[in-house]
């Protein structure tokens, strides 16, 4: 038999409910595809809310010494408080263990309704880099001896006249960083025969960041590859090659994805962008219930939704379980078990097309009926068999 331990933690708010669904879904699923031959050993790590209860840390050293040589976790959304209090743990995840891709497929499925007219239309890979931008997390409060230092510094050595009471955040961006998110964006798109890829970025504002992340993914696809991705001009000048490489600036994508989602298919983009568009594009095909993700390094991933712990609706049955089932879906393909996935994913197309579905999609789907998060489990485990 082939085992393989997978870590999970359960997550703050919606975590819990919809980690509950989550892994007895994928255990049905594996059971399923693959009777005794393959077995999945389940291991709880501790973080959040229910770590700090137990251990008085959000984030306790156990967890990441058991993270430090894993290569698989499940998570659920992880609580931040906004302006003060602890920093996000799921930034400090990504950056401990430089889980520098994330990766957030969006596809539609059939029968959810959704605020664009072809939903259908959107098939996209959102790569969106993990670790830099926003989330390096360099920032100082307005007023504070280390912002008004900073400004200072910038006004008297570096000719930039900025007010001294600004709070002030870096905006780092590297070579290394967009080379490595902009590579494995390439290698997805050849190795599952996608048609492009699309830089996002707004260079024509910040073109030392934005603009030099757009810079270096060409260089990268023209050095490592050049047999298989191609500019749009040289298609213009007749070359053949399965993958288009492109680039749009980030509030024209806005709008080429809701009007022409047919056209986009990889995306690879600097964190704060894809953080953007990998919600906006998750609501046009029915909303964050339905949008799976992958926080990926070199050596670890950890599969999350993309949504967070959602307090309005937490403790109430209510949350739609499909994102992190579909990141299960992920996992169960990233380690070869693309039986197991796929039954997973038929499964939630079923209850779709039979109209039962959790309230988010009920609320918008014409004579559907609600189930609660634990239901919806219960039925998917029950459609495969
Ligand atoms: P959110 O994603 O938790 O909720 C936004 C809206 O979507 C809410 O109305 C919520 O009810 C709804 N929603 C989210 N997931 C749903 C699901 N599975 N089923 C049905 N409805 C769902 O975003 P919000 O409110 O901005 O963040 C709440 C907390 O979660 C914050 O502390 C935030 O920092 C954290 N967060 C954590 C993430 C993570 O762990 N990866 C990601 C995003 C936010």
């Not at 892994?23 to 999945?40: D, N, Q, T």
């Not at 910038?154 to 709070?167: P, W, Y």
């Not at 030099?212 to 500019?231: I, Q």
């Not at 609706?313 to 379980?321: F, R, S, T, Y």
């Amino acid at each position: 038999m082939e085992k393989k331990v997978v870590y999970f933690i359960e997550g703050d708010g919606i975590g819990a409910e919809v980690t509950a669904v989550a892994l007895p879904v994928i255990e049905a699923a594996v059971r399923k595809a693959y009777g005794e031959e393959k077995r999945l050993e389940w291991r709880e790590l501790l973080a959040g809310d229910k770590a700090y209860k137990e251990t008085g840390e959000y984030l306790p050293q156990a967890t990441l010494d058991a993270l430090k040589q894993a290569d698989l976790a499940i998570k659920g959304p992880l609580t931040t408080p906004v302006g003060a209090g602890i920093r996000s743990l799921n930034v400090t995840l990504r950056q401990t263990f430089d889980l520098y891709a994330c990766i957030r497929p969006i596809r539609y499925f059939k029968g959810v309704d959704s605020p664009v007219k072809r939903p259908e239309l959107t098939d996209m890979v959102v790569f969106r880099e993990n670790t830099e931008d926003v989330y390096a997390g360099v920032e100082w409060s307005a007023n504070s001896k280390e912002a008004v230092r900073l400004l200072e510094f910038l006004r008297d050595e570096m000719g930039a006249d900025l007010d001294l009471s600004c709070g002030v955040g870096i905006k780092p961006i590297s070579e290394k960083g967009s080379k490595r998110l902009v590579r494995r964006a390439l290698a997805f798109a050849v190795a599952e025969g996608r048609k492009s890829v699309t830089l996002v970025h707004k260079g024509n504002i910040m073109k030392f960041t934005e603009g030099a992340f757009r810079s270096w993914g060409y260089d990268l696809a023209k050095e490592e590859f050049s047999d298989a991705v191609m500019t749009a001009d040289e298609a213009k000048a007749g070359a053949k090659k399965p993958v288009l490489i492109n680039d749009v600036i980030a509030d024209a994508m806005f709008q080429q994805v809701l009007l022409y989602p047919g056209r986009y298919d990889v995306i690879a983009t600097t964190n704060l962008n894809g953080d953007y568009i990998s919600d906006a594009l998750a609501a046009q095909v029915g909303g964050l219930g339905m949008a799976p993700g992958v926080n990926m390094g070199d050596s670890l991933a950890i599969y999350e939704a993309t949504h967070g712990a959602a307090p309005d609706i937490a403790g109430q049955d209510k949350a739609n379980p499909s994102s992190l089932v579909l990141s299960g879906a992920m996992m169960l393909r990233h380690m070869g078990w693309g039986e197991a996935a796929d039954l997973m994913e038929s499964a939630v197309e079923q209850a779709i097309a039979d109209k039962k579905v959790t309230c988010d999609l009920a609320l918008q789907m014409e004579g559907a009926s609600e189930v609660g998060c634990k239901a919806f489990g219960e039925l998917l485990v029950a459609k495969m068999g």
